[in-house]
């Protein structure tokens, strides 16, 4: 089992800055792949980022690519999300989600989901 708590979204700016974390709990996080999804009002949920377990492999939507940096410290059991330039259309909830094996992109396949963090970009 697998707990993820999500934090540091908030309201900025257009052009501005966020960096979103995910704590984990248990002992086996180091072994668990990390993504980044976000879902806007009426809208599906939709890959942003994801890392492999060991931090080697990172992925990104094309949206945020060049913005978005996605990175883990696995001794602090945390997944971190830096957004800079950000824009309007990058307004969501975030959630971050673990999984042992879970294809990067495929929502459906990662089986532990936080609560997910309000990020607001204004115009």
């Known amino acids: 089992q697998v707990q993820l708590v999500e934090s540091g979204g908030g309201l900025v700016q257009a052009g501005g800055s966020l960096r979103l974390s995910c704590a984990a709990s248990g002992r086996t996080f180091s072994s668990y792949a990390m993504g980044w999804f976000r879902q806007a009002p009426g809208k599906e949920r939709e890959f942003v980022a994801a890392i492999s377990w060991s931090g080697d492999s990172t992925y990104y939507a094309n949206s945020v690519k060049g913005r978005f940096t996605i990175s883990r410290d696995n001794a602090k059991n945390t997944v971190y999300l830096q957004m800079n330039s950000l824009k309007p259309e990058d307004t969501a909830v975030y959630y971050c989600?673990?999984?042992?094996?879970?294809?990067?992109?495929?929502?459906?396949?990662?089986?532990?989901w936080g609560q997910g963090t309000q990020v607001t970009v204004s115009s």
């Open positions: 989600a673990a999984d042992p094996d879970a294809p990067p992109v495929v929502a459906a396949a990662y089986d532990y």
